[in-house]
Each structure stands twice: as C-alpha cells, then as structure tokens.
Antibody, heavy 115, light 107 residues
Framework: EVQLVESGGGLVQPGGSLRLSCAAS????????MHWVRQAPGKGLVWVSR????????SYADSVKGRFTISRDNAKNTLYLQMNSLRAEDTAVYYC????????WGQGTLVTVSS | DIQMTQSPSAMSASVGDRVTITCRAS??????LAWFQQKPGKVPKRLIY???SLQSGVPSRFSGSGSGTEFTLTISSLQPEDFATYYC?????????FGQGTKVEIK
C-alpha cells in the first residue's frame, strides 16, 4: 500500500524557517517524481514544487522561488521541503504527492506563519 | 507559465443531474491533464489522468475528455457522495498548475 506521511509543520514567526518531511513507503520511492502542493485555509490547491526521481532536477512556483528548496533522500525514502523567509501568506496545509501527475497524496501538515 | 481557467467556480445541482466542469489552458497541453475531487477536510483524490483515463476504483459515472486547450469533467448522474470541490491540473510544462476549483453543491 502506498503511504506518504508528512511531518514538520507548526507555528513559525514571519521570517522564520521550517523543514517539512514526507516519509514514503509501499513503493519504489527512487523511481518517482515527487511534489509539494499547498492549500491555504478555505482556498484552492496550489502547486509549490517538484523534484525528479534522482533529485537532479527541480522546479518551483514563482511565489516560493528563492525561498523554498525541495530535496530528497532516496536511501531514506524521504522527501523534504526547506522553507525559509516565511511569510503570512505561506500559511497552509502542505501535501506531498507522488508521480508526474500526483496519483497519491499524503494527509498534509499544517504550517502557520504568524507572530 | 500556463494558466488554467476552470468554470464554473461553483454550481448547484440535484442528485441524478448530469454535471459538466470545464478547464481551459492558456496554451496547448496535449492530454497532460488530471482531475481531482476534494471533500471538506479530506485529501484530494485523483479521478482522471491523461485527460480521459479513469483512475482505478473511481465510479464509471465520472469521465474526462478533451485535448489541447479545452477539457471537461462529466459526472453522468450526480450522487450524494459527489458533492465536493473539483480541480483540474495541467502537467505539460516544467511548472504544474491547478485550476481554481469548482464547488458542486446540493440544490
């Protein structure tokens, strides 16, 4: 069974940093592209970032470029999102999702940016 | 960047109605489009991939069509469990983009 479990969310002050993790199991993690998607309270889904299967290629939404970094450790079956210079508008549930067209999603982790 | 315009943003429908939701891409995306359903407080669930392929386990009343710039998600006979928000997602470029969502409510 495919499982994706996010962790690392919480309350952080504006300008602060946070690292999210997504632990994968039930499939060959190193064979799949992975994504982060976020959803602000009461709002729609927003694609944030993606990484290819070996970690050599990444891309980011304009709203997070230069502040967020996606990475992965295929030996640990784990995806990461390092978030720096956080802003109030980054407050959202962050989901990790598998594959080019996001076939499986984790349960999400809530990030709240507030003073 | 490719923009996805989804319509309508909300709609009211009755059980048994045929429902159609449209997504238009700002440039051609071949068939690199997926549809997702999200119920309140729940994780999005993929319904359709490659514009018209039904995800395993998804009821056959859901169907997708289109190619290029215009795509549709059709629910042939709306069921009580289908009241939710639906999103399209394009994955043709190096940046992925969701539509704004369509909330399907009970009339």
């Amino acid at each position: 069974e495919v499982q994706l479990v996010e962790s690392g969310g919480g309350l952080v002050q504006p300008g602060g940093s946070l690292r999210l993790s997504c632990a994968a199991s039930g499939f060959t993690f190193s064979s799949y592209w992975m994504h982060w998607v976020r959803q602000a309270p009461g709002k729609g889904l927003v694609w944030v970032s993606r990484i290819n299967s070996d970690g050599s290629s990444t891309s980011y939404a304009d709203s997070v470029k230069g502040r967020f970094t996606i990475s992965r450790d295929n030996a640990k079956n784990t995806l990461y999102l390092q978030m720096n210079s956080l802003r109030a508008e980054d407050t959202a549930v962050y989901y990790c999702a598998r594959a080019y067209d996001l076939d499986y999603w984790g349960q999400g982790t809530l990030v709240t940016v507030s003073s | 960047d490719i923009q996805m315009t989804q319509s309508p943003s909300a709609m009211s429908a009755s059980v048994g109605d045929r429902v159609t939701i449209t997504c238009r891409a700002s440039q051609g995306i071949s068939n690199y489009l997926a549809w997702f359903q999200q119920k309140p407080g729940k994780v999005p669930k993929r319904l359709i991939y490659a514009a018209s392929s039904l995800q395993s386990g998804v009821p056959s009343r859901f169907s997708g069509s289109g190619s290029g710039t215009e795509f549709t998600l059709t629910i042939s006979s709306l069921q009580p469990e289908d009241f939710a928000t639906y999103y399209c997602l394009q994955h043709n470029s190096y940046l992925w983009t969701f539509g704004q969502g369509t909330k399907v409510e009970i009339k």
